[in-house]
């Protein structure tokens, strides 16, 4: 894959993409937009705004219905087989509910994100390479939780679940790393911390970063930039500090409360 920046990061391109699911609704309307590559992009809005869908068309697990979206210079929509599979190889992804195999160990469950880049004989029978462990090590570094490395996934913490579902994103070796609601069952200190790690990695790493995020103050607080999204459509694209009261209105339909502050 080309269109890399020089810390790593891939270039992403909607343009006029829409997804209309089988039961006929629309996910995503006409949505045109570029991530340069390194950026760091939150993108929030009501459930149902269709931020997980956008945030899935880019690794190819919604289809785009029409329109054309690029990664870096692969187009998407057309990828099958070998290419598709590269592609998401070059995605990390992180889920709300971490995805994580309890009954593995941390290390174990990083070194997932290490299979794309191992002959099959290695993965079916379990061997992992010196220099995917350092890769998984780096990883777990980064995130600050290597003193877990083999301590079981189910013994952990949900913000310390949900850092071993970085590593083993960061462990892919990345250009892009796409967050689907990451903090969405964590307590607001945890959540904090994990928007941290996300930040200092694209900061450090220049990986093109995109977050899905239920909380306006958080994406103010981490993002270069916020995407607001209302019935499949963006209501508004602009720096962190552009999104203000009168944002939140057009994003949520609502006048911001007390309640929509995380601490």
Do not use: C
Not at 68 to 84: E, F, I, M, N, Y
């Amino acid at each position: 894959m080309s269109g890399s920046a020089p810390g790593g990061g891939n270039s992403i391109v909607f343009d006029g993409v829409s997804v209309v699911y089988p039961n006929g609704t629309r996910g995503l309307d006409q949505v045109s937009l570029t991530i340069p590559a390194g950026e760091f992009v939150v993108v929030v809005g009501l459930s149902g705004a269709g931020k997980s869908t956008l945030i899935r068309t880019i690794n190819g697990l919604v289809p785009v219905t029409a329109g054309t979206l690029s990664v870096g210079d692969t187009d998407v929509a057309s990828a099958r087989g070998r290419r598709l599979r590269r592609l998401r190889a070059e995605i990390g992804m992180i889920f709300q509910g971490f995805n994580l195999v309890s009954r593995r160990s941390v290390m174990g469950n990083v070194l997932t994100g290490r299979l794309h880049d191992q002959p099959w004989f290695r993965s079916l029978l379990g061997i992992d390479t010196k220099e995917d462990k350092e890769i998984a090590f780096q990883a777990l570094e980064r995130v600050g939780i290597v003193e877990k490395a083999w301590v079981r996934a189910s013994e952990l913490s949900g913000g310390q679940q949900q850092r071993v579902a970085i590593a083993r994103a960061l462990a892919q070796q990345p250009s892009v790393v796409l967050a689907d609601e990451p903090v969405a069952s964590l307590d607001p200190p945890t959540a904090n911390l994990v928007m941290r790690d996300l930040q200092r990695i694209n900061r450090d790493l220049g990986i093109t970063t995109v977050v899905n995020l239920h909380f306006l103050d958080l994406a103010r607080r981490y993002a270069d930039r916020i995407i607001g999204m209302r019935a499949g459509e963006v209501v508004f694209d602009g720096p962190a500090a552009e999104a203000d009261d009168a944002v939140f209105e057009k994003i949520y339909g609502r006048s911001l409360t007390a309640e929509d502050v995380t601490a």
